[in-house]
C-alpha cells in the first residue's frame, strides 16, 4: 500500500529528527530555547554538507512534539523530550531516562555522532 510505505517514510523521518534533537540538546547540557536547538541542527547540517531547507524547523518542531511527553497524541511513541516550564515553553529538554541514556553514551568517545 502507497500509503503505508509513505507513512513508514515519515515515522523514520521523524525518528531520526528526533535523535538529533537529542543529540543536540545533550551537547547544549540537557535543556535549550527550541530556537537555539533548531539554529544549532541548522549549522551542523550546513557544517556536514548536508540540505537545512525550509521544511527543516517545522519537522523539528513536529519531531519534538511526537516524542514530547506533554503531547497527549503521542500514538505510542517512546517519551524522549520535556518542556520543563510547561506547554507554553519554548524551553525544551531531554527527558529524565533520555538524558540518562545520552549522557552515558556521551562519556564513550566516539559514540555520539551526527
Not at 513536529?62 to 507554553?88: H, I, K, Q, S, W
Request: proline share 4%; glycine share 8%; net charge positive.
Amino acid at each position: 500500500m502507497p500509503g503505508s510505505n509513505a507513512a513508514r517514510t515519515a515515522g523514520h523521518r521523524r525518528r531520526a529528527l528526533a535523535a538529533e534533537i537529542a543529540l543536540t540538546l545533550t551537547r547544549l547540557g540537557g535543556a535549550a530555547h527550541r530556537d537555539t536547538v533548531c539554529e544549532a541542527i541548522a549549522i551542523a547540517r550546513r557544517q556536514a554538507g548536508r540540505a537545512t531547507g525550509k521544511r527543516l524547523r517545522p519537522d523539528l518542531l513536529a519531531a519534538f512534539a511526537a516524542y514530547c511527553d506533554l503531547n497527549a497524541d503521542r500514538a505510542g511513541e517512546a517519551v524522549m523530550f520535556t518542556l520543563p516550564f510547561g506547554r507554553e515553553s519554548l524551553r525544551w529538554a531531554l527527558a529524565d531516562a533520555v538524558g540518562a541514556s545520552w549522557a552515558a553514551r556521551a562519556q564513550s568517545p566516539g559514540r555520539l555522532s551526527a
